[in-house]
């Protein structure tokens, strides 16, 4: 961890929020990783943190077999902060009390604090927090004292400042804390005195260590698709062991107009990374024919793109890793409030059983990252802004945009709807305002009339949304003059459609697909 300072380690108690705890403190500009709580103290003390977060998690500091950490952690001499479960094993660690509540409370609450220095300076006298806890803390152990209190927890927030020992019953990582992010970054920097010195690129000089370190002189094969998550893995991981690194495009026959010649441009010539292309064109849509379910496409176009994948890497000869642009929101599609298990919403082929069936080991790179910073990281290794600025784009491609039957001729009709829209956002100087933007096919007929002929043809729907992160969103507001340019020229341009809608659902409670 050369050049990154001492970290700030998150030990991870079971939370979904930890790794948000990990972003918001590099968002501080801490290094910061995340640790299962049981990692033995040798280990902790070998990585000499600046602080310690505790995360939240499920359990009761009182039911058997409740996650806690080694106790000398206390003889550390390191600043906690505990959150949520973390705060509670604190106080029931140090010799104070808790209790199960009466109510569990839960939801948004307003802090009220009486100590403006250190790790509640510049918040506001009363602020919006985010709670979830059945427990409580009753008693607080020798040296603390509340410094923030709501309406049902007069213990909200804790404090041992002689010992740099903190604690909030609240969740200061959620963005319905919205001062909580200015409460991480006076916890890791006035209370652990971190320099606000981590960026991208001490990120990337740490990533091309630990790759190297990984994997030596041995091979890695990488799936590229030539959205911003395995480009910037590609590119990555082509940095830190050059032509060690073999791409696999596979051309599904789902992609957008003129995707596969852009990327085998991009990355062929411009970045002389091994890209091998595979066309699979006819071998996805031939097993696609006449199948409408969403599922049952995702699992065609997933087991397909395993199949011709493994085949592939077998023509390749022997290779050590497989590399996935996999990110943090493809492996947890949504963070539960209540810490409880994520549900399976929809299933993404790019995280499935490959490494293990093909005998690989995973090469992960991004996998702690969120998609902004994934950008900013491609930005960093010079990737050009067409491909790190580009939306996200679903693996199954436009399979789950072409709702019901996908032939040839439907899909190519969605390809140019596709194309003016995304032709006219950009033109318009909103693609950067948008989080993703895409038309569906939908499998409907409307009545329509075109230079005085009746017409019987398909309707498409446009979807643009503003997201932080994918996990929820927010239809865009588009000037009504781009809409109208955009129905005219698909209604005038694209054979087949002459109708068009515009997809004002938000997510929840739809996603950001429809299929
Ligand atoms: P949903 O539709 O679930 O999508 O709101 C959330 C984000 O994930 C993308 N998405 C996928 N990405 N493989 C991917 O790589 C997939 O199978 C997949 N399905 C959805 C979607 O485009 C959006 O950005």
Known sequence: MQGVGNPIVVLDFGAQYSKLIARRVREAKVYSLILPFNTPIEELKALDPAGIIFSGGPASVHASGAPKPDPAIFDLGVPVLGICYGVQLLADMLGGKVEAADEREYGIAHLTHDDPTGFLSDIDAQTQVWMSHGDKITQLPEGFKAIGHTENSPYAAIADAGNRRYGVQFHPEVVHTPQGAQMLSNFV?????????????????????????????????????????????????????????????????????????????????????????????????????????????????????????????????????????????????????????????????????????????????????????????????????????????????????CIGAITRERLSTLQDADAIFIEEIQNAGLYDDIWQALVCLLPVRSVGVQGDERTYEEVCSLRAVTSEDAMTADWFRFPPEVLQRVSNRICNEVKHINRVMYDVTSKPPGTIEWE
């Open 189 to 401: 920097h006035n209370v652990c005195g971190c320099d606000a010195s981590w960026d991208m690129g001490s990120f990337v000089d740490m990533a091309l260590e630990e790759i190297r370190a990984q994997v030596g002189d041995r091979k890695v094969l990488c799936g590229l698709s030539g959205g911003v998550d395995s480009s910037v893995a590609a590119a990555l991981i082509h940095k830190a062991i050059g032509d060690n690194l073999t791409c696999v495009f596979v051309n599904n026959g789902l992609l957008r107009k003129g995707e596969a010649k852009f990327v085998q441009h991009v990355f062929r010539d411009n970045f002389h990374i091994n890209l091998d292309y595979v066309d699979a064109e006819d071998l996805f849509l031939d097993a696609l024919a006449d199948v409408s379910e969403p599922e049952q496409k995702r699992k065609i176009i997933g087991n397909l793109f395993v199949e011709v994948f493994e085949k592939e890497a077998t023509r390749l000869g022997h290779m050590d890793f497989l590399a996935q642009g996999t990110l943090y929101p493809d492996v947890i599609e949504s963070i539960s409030p209540s810490g409880g298990p994520s549900a399976t919403i929809k299933s993404h082929h790019n995280v499935g059983g490959l490494p293990e069936k093909m005998n690989m080991e995973l090469l992960e790179p991004l996998r702690e990252l969120f998609k902004d910073e994934v950008r900013n990281l491609g930005r960093e290794l010079g990737l050009p802004e067409n491909i790190v600025g580009r939306h996200p784009f679903p693996g199954p491609g436009l399979g789950v945009r």
